[in-house]
Every structure is written in structure tokens, then in C-alpha cells.
């Protein structure tokens, strides 16, 4: 069984009227809901909590790690963004929502400013499956439809991403690469674009499939042991 | 439960003693047999059936096609290929093993010569694991090290693999990229290097299990219908 | 120097009274003069000439060769597309334009169907620059629009570029993945969206300067001998 | 004309005689000597001048950088790191040689811990060419014989090169991905494992042709103004 910890900045939530109504169990606890239909064991963890939530043993037992932040990203210690970071490095699956573009484990993780264009214009947003044989991409058919959504626009600054699974049109004259795929050290991570907080996107269903499929997607290899320094020498060159 | 097909040649186990030593239930027979441990619902087809095997109805009904070739390639019909090649880009996984470099199905799907250097030395190979997050190297540890293969060496004349899993070093003072996975169509393609007929190379426990998780890796994936051609126009373009 | 052929179906031009207003030397001829005055040595060849002009000669002469076909794509015999594709393979720069998509010489060089969607309503383009370090991309700025363009649209079925340049947003909710690279053998291949025969499209400056940029691209890498096939054993696997 | 700044750490030359001897005018001054026959304008820059040699003033005046270093990374402040950085990101070129892959310039723009196996035991290596179209192996045939070197080895955690260009055979048993390129932001950064102090690998014409078909590779795009942060809506948009 899959072990999923949900993170959430959680502040919106305490702030914003409209947010709460929306998500009256917060953001964490909207995708929480909808990840437990899909037998995992999922639980949350927020900014606010004693080290974020993210103690050495809740990492210890996470398979996949969801995060959404936007506005407190520099709260967040940078103990905690070393300690996330080493877990992904060590196997853990990371997916990185929305406005986390910009949180201090993605842009670590990334190496790059991840900056990117953004409008809040109620746009429609088109989601499109440039990756038709991605497993991120399983029961989405051709597109996803959100009617309503803040912009994020090109250029973004990320590296290349290894697969591209999505692609998004918005009304005002943007695309963005909204599905992207890396492997850092032995973990994977995902970005996936939408999700404004104002917005009811996590109750959208195939957002949430494709998030499902996400974490199935992320979930870590066991490999065995990896060495790393300084090499034992092969007889023959021992003994020449 | 994964459908899968174990296509072989066949040809080397009728004419030569030693192939058919080593293999007496023939290449595509061990590989089956070592499948079916892991609860795949598991055929064989060779190339001296009718349609080499591959009917329509048996390509339909095949999740994941496995693919070992040699000196017969040239043998395996077009139309046969265009077959497997259609079903491949509609979403059925493709696994082509050692000299199945240079069959019909992978150059056509790789779009260059897939040539490469070989040499029949009784060689060391150890295989790297360059890609230690890959679902294809689970459980596989650092390396795996077969104690006398065929040579295979670069230059290996492939377009750049999605990903890169498994490099070979060779005693002989030879490198390949022994693991690499491609995306055609719907479909997933991975090639993997060892498998020389005259050596017990797939009763190896590790190379059996990268095969395993291969065909786990190269299951279809469900998106949905994807439309091409002439696209409908929107509203507002059509009432301009 | 590098010398650039200019490929041209130009049958449009024949039979089409709008395209030869917009194009009066053809499509190849307005690529050929903008061409020329980057210092390139270029040539033009068309389908109706003796083996569509691409001789043995002509092509050992070619450094990049352009691609522009649309109605007559099944006239283009296999023998020529083998001699481009082995030429390609052995390091000649290819650049394939817009509805050259579904030619022979691209869809055998990418290994699948090379479909999409398409729709001709006058729409806006906007191609957007997501790789802004890429030398194709250079002098660029963020993007291109070009003001009525037919739409291509995804899914595009090619192999995941090695690197995506550009991606074109449309007035009507699609986006395309418009600007390509890919390696095969030793040669480069850009493919790049614009260019449907009714609009002016090739006398856009921005246009004009990528297809400048991809020729600089794509140009041969004099590597020196690659080896394929039985290979020598080093001595100390000899005297064992 | 390629404006290019090498940096070296410059401390075995300082404390070791065996370093000395076989570069008299250090690491930095070999390179910077067969660099200059490139008809590039070549700089040098050591970790102990002020600001390591590496001012705002340097930085901006430099299209290409190439950075040696080993047992000092610790040494050089986070200040200069984030400052090249920055203009990495910008669109400077990077080459990170040998132990620099250690190093905390190339650690932060790959997000993983650069960790790999090594042994110094005067071993043979092979550096294969498995990219023979790209640039950067321009000239260098098949491969490089260097007679004794380090040994470096998988797994080498680095994120998926965007493109690999060499693969290092050593006589121990290992391979090494050995030329790797990335993009970050609009910079180009290049990695080539070659290099170990105490042998005279800077001075194989093999290893300098690398060298100078990197630094051609990584010199800037100059792109045009690229905008990010909160964009204009389309009037379309701002009319609803």
C-alpha cells in the first residue's frame, strides 16, 4: 500500500473567506479525500505544525509527498527543505502542485529560478496529453477541460523536463508545459500546473486522476544498495 | 493480469547442438517459463507458425510483445511488421532482447541503421544501473555481472533513448547503452542487451528479473480516444 | 560554407492561383532568397525534376537539406526517400516544414504516424520559445505571432523531441508542439510547424530568422570513421 | 570573438610537486594556453584572488566559464556561487571538468549530490563517443585512449543528462557517463570527466579538442527580452 503524505502551506485557508468556502477542510484535506478512494494511506502535514509536519519519521514512512504552497514559502526552514530534499534523493516521490513552482524544494530540486508568467482572469484552461502513452496519463482521453483558472504562462524556467505528459492552452494567448516528469537521485517528481486556490479544481475529476495516477507513477524503486567513493580495485589491476 | 507474448526466431535451436543444449524448450520457452512466475498470463509465437505467430487476434490479446531475433530477420514479412508495428503505436508494450537490435520491427520503429560493434570472445559483461529511480531496475543493486556474453559495443546506432537504464562495460575494452527506453505511438519500447544464444544468459536471475519489470513498465496505458485529422472549430472562430 | 537544398513538392504552385500570387517563385524560391542572404550557398530542387533533383551528387553536396511537401507525398519514390534517409543517417542536416510532417523521408525517420490535427479557419498563431538558451531560438524574443496560420494540434504522434524549442498556441484551444529536434545517425532533423501554402508565412522576418538558425543547427559534425560490426579482441583477451 | 574564463582552484599546484611538475603554470594555465589557439579572448581566475577572481565586472564580460576544482569546493563562498549562478542563468556557459563535479556551482544547478565512485590507480580509459552527430564531438573519431587516469564511476547521481555524448570505459570493471550537457535557465552547461591533477590529461589533443568544441557549444543564445511575473491580459479577456 502506497503511503502518501499531503502537504499543505495551509494559509490561505486561515485568511481567505473565499479559500475556506471552497475547501472548507483546506486544500490538503480536499486531495486527502480523494486520494483515500484510491487505497492509499494517505495523511497531511501542514506549514504550521512542529517542523512543518515533516518530522524524520513521517519522511521515513512517505512514499509519495504532495506539496502545495504559495504565499509563506519562505517560512518554511530550510532544515526541513534539506531533510525533504535527501528523502526524494533517497527514493521518495515528490509532487509538486500549482503555485509550489516557486517553493524552496522544487527550485533546490530544479537548480533553476522556476519563474513563469501568471494572470488571474478567470481563464478557461485546456490541458492537453502531449504524452498519450505516459501512465500519468491513463483515463484522461485527449484533454482536460477547467473552465475557470489563473494563467501560468511561458517561458517557465525549469530544466528540461525528462517526459512532458501535459501541455496547457489558455484563453488569453499562453501555453504552458503543465505535466512534467524529472528523476532526482533515485526519487521521481512530478509538477502539475493547475490548482488556484480560489478555484474548486481539486473536486475537478480527472485532476484528480491524474493526480492518482501520480502517485502510482511516483512511487519509489527499491533498487538495493548503491556505493558511492572510493572504489575497490580489481585484482588484476591490484596485482600488475 | 498482463497478457503477454514471447516471440522467438526459433531458428538457431533446429540447427545448432549447443543452442539447443542450453535451451531445450528453445529461447522463447525459458523466457515464458520465467514469466509465468510472475503471474502473467503468458504465449509463445515463432516464426515458422503461420503469420509467424502473430494474428491479428493474437496481437489484439497481447498486453506486451517480446521479441528475440538473429539470423532471420530478413525472414519476418512486411506485412507482419507493419502489424506489430500499428499495435505498438496503438498502446502495446515492445520489448526487443540482444540481436533483436537489427529485426525488422525495432529499425523501423528506431528509424536508423541500429547497427553496432560484437565480437564472440567469451567476454565478462557487468551491466550498470545509471538509472537507479527506474521501475525497470528494481531490485536489480548496482550491477549485474554475467561471466561470459557476445560483445556488443558503441557506437550503438540509436536515436537517443527516453531514458537511459543500463550501461555495459565489456572486458574487451567495450561500453553499450544496454538498457533503453523509447515511446512510439501509445506504446512503450524498451531494449535490453544480453541474450546471446550460446550462453545461459536468461536463466540469470537478475536479467530475468529486468525482463519482468520490463513487462510490468511496458503495459499499456488507457488514455481514451485520440482524435486526428480535421478538427472542428470553435464557436468564436466560426462566428467571426 | 554551408550549402543549403531547398526541397519543394511545388505542385500548389502549379494549380493553385492563390498560392503562386502569395509564393511566384514557389514556396522553395521565397526560402531560397532569404537563404541566401546569411551567407549560405543554397540550392533549390523539386518533385518533377529527374529523381525529384536529389541525386547522389546533389546530395553529397547538401550540408541541409529543407523539406516542404503536402498534396504529393505518395509521389515521392523510395528510392529517393532511402538515399535522403542514408544521407541523413551519415550526417546531413534535414529540416522538415510544416505539412512535411507526413512525408515519407520524416515519418521514416521518426518511426510513427506523424498525425494531428488540423483545421484551416484563419486562426492566430502564437509560438512560444520554451527553450530560450537554444541556439534556434536565437534573436527570437519570447515569441512569434503570426496573425492568420492554419491550426495543427495536438497530439502530435512523434517520438518525445530530444529537445522542444517551441510551442504554438491557436485562437481556436489548441496547442502544438512547433518546434522540434531530434538525432538520427549522425545527422540533425528540426522539424518547425509554420508554412501553409495560402499565407504568407515565409516572408515573416521571425520565421525567416528560426529557419536561418536551424540550417546554422543542423549542419554535418565531422566526427571522423565509426566502426560497425566484428570487432578485433583486444590482446589480453586473445592470449587467454 | 568567445570570451572565456577559466577558473581553477589552484592549490595542488601550490602544496603538491607532483602537480607542479606536470603543470607548471597551473591546471588553469594549460587550458587557457590551447584555449587561446581556438582565436578565443581567454581569461584566467584562481579561488584565492579577491572574490575569487570571479567580480560582477568578469562574470559580465564572459561568454563561456570552465571550472577546476577538488579540495577547496568548501573554500569558495556562497556568495560567488549564487553571482555565477545567476549568470548561468543568464546565458553564460559552464564547463565543469573532472572533480568539479563536487563542486557547489554544480551541485545547485543540478539539485542532486553529484556523488559518484572513484579510484586512483593509473587505470586505462576509454572515452567512447555514443553521440556522433553533436558538436561537441566534433573531430574525435571514436573514441579517447587516455593511458592512465583517475577512475570515476557508476552510479554517477546527476539528474538525466539532456544529451550524452561520451561514456567512459575504465580497466576496473566501471563506466562513467563522461560528457553529459544540460540547460538551465538560458545558459548551457557542459560536464567532461577527464582531468585528474597528477596526470598530464590536459595536454592529450583529444581531451583540448573537447575542450574547445564545449566551449564553442556553450557560448550564449542571445534570445531578446524574456518577461515573467504578472502579465497583461488580452483585450479579449479584459472586455468579458
Redesign the interface.
Known amino acids: 500500500m502506497i503511503r502518501v503524505t499531503v502537504w499543505n502551506e495551509n494559509r490561505h485557508e486561515q485568511t481567505n473567506e473565499k479559500v475556506r468556502e471552497v475547501y472548507p477542510e483546506g486544500i490538503h484535506g480536499a486531495i486527502a479525500s480523494f486520494l483515500k478512494e484510491e487505497n492509499f494511506e494517505v495523511k497531511t502535514a501542514t506549514l504550521d505544525e512542529p517542523e512543518h509536519g515533516l518530522t524524520e519519521e513521517v519522511l521515513k514512512n512517505t512514499d509519495v509527498l504532495l506539496w502545495w504552497g504559495h504565499v509563506a514559502h519562505d517560512d518554511v526552514s530550510d532544515e526541513i527543505v534539506t531533510r525533504v530534499k535527501d528523502r526524494v534523493?533517497d527514493?521518495m516521490g515528490l509532487i509538486v502542485l500549482h503555485s509550489g513552482h516557486f517553493s524552496k524544494i522544487f527550485k533546490?530540486?530544479?537548480?533553476?529560478?522556476c519563474?513563469?508568467?501568471?494572470?488571474e482572469?478567470?481563464?478557461k484552461e485546456?490541458i492537453?496529453?502531449?504524452?498519450?502513452?505516459?501512465?500519468i496519463?491513463?483515463?484522461?482521453?485527449?484533454y482536460i477541460d477547467i473552465e475557470r483558472e489563473e494563467?501560468y504562462?511561458?517561458?517557465?524556467?525549469i530544466?528540461?523536463p525528462?517526459?512532458?505528459v501535459f501541455?496547457?492552452?489558455?484563453?488569453?494567448?499562453?501555453?504552458f508545459?503543465s505535466g512534467c516528469t524529472?528523476?532526482?537521485?533515485?526519487?521521481?517528481v512530478f509538477y502539475f500546473r493547475p490548482g488556484h486556490e480560489t478555484y474548486p479544481t481539486y473536486y475537478h475529476e480527472k485532476v484528480q486522476q491524474v493526480i492518482k495516477n501520480g502517485v502510482h507513477w511516483a512511487k519509489?524503486?527499491?533498487?538495493?544498495?548503491?556505493?558511492?567513493?572510493?572504489?575497490?580495485?580489481?585484482e588484476?589491476?591490484?596485482s600488475?
Chains 1, 2, 3, 4 share one sequence.
Open positions: 534523493l527514493g533546490t530540486l530544479m537548480g533553476t529560478t519563474d513563469l508568467k501568471w494572470r482572469a478567470d481563464e485546456r492537453w496529453v502531449v504524452s498519450p502513452g505516459h501512465p496519463a491513463e483515463g484522461i482521453g485527449e494563467m504562462g511561458e517561458h517557465f524556467d530544466p528540461d525528462d517526459e512532458l501541455v496547457s492552452w489558455f484563453e488569453g494567448g499562453e501555453v508545459r524529472y528523476k532526482r537521485g533515485k526519487g521521481k519509489p524503486t527499491v533498487l538495493g544498495d548503491v556505493h558511492y567513493g572510493n572504489a575497490k580495485p580489481l588484476e589491476i591490484k600488475k
